[in-house]
């Protein structure tokens, strides 16, 4: 009786307040499959819904289980320089993991600003 070897992925979340993407790798970083808010729905106000997200992790559940991927590492990143990632996030790791995936590891890897370009609003900022 020998056992199925299962592989072990990298799954990157990127979400913003405006949409979900979501990037399948192995772990030598080639692409298994990338499916974003929009290939799922149309409307825009729809994209970063917890409810699209979930349609997203089907998607990704199905191109992982065509190469008998069960482990994953998850990898979520927001806009740079925001403290919170967006509504998707937790939508999709949920529904991973409801799918049978054994989720190893979760880091957040957002980018930090150090400096960066002039802040828009001049010396005394936006005057509301």
Not at 43 to 63: C, G, H, Y
Not at 71 to 85: C, E, F, H, S
């Amino acid at each position: 009786m020998s056992k199925e070897e299962t592989q072990t992925g990298i799954l990157h979340i990127f979400t913003s307040f405006n949409n979900t993407i979501v990037h399948l790798t192995d772990l030598s970083g080639h692409t298994i499959a990338r499916i974003s808010g929009g290939m799922i729905t149309k409307q825009d106000r729809l994209k970063a819904n917890p409810t699209v997200a979930m349609f997203i992790a089907k998607k990704i559940s199905e191109a992982a289980n065509e190469i008998n991927m069960k482990d994953l590492y998850v990898r979520i990143r927001a806009k740079t320089g925001q403290d919170t990632p967006g509504p998707g996030a937790h939508a999709v790791i949920k529904s991973l993991s409801r799918d049978g995936f054994k989720i190893i590891s979760i880091s957040d890897v957002t980018r930090v600003p150090r400096g960066g370009p002039k802040v828009k609003g001049g010396k005394r900022g936006r005057r509301v």
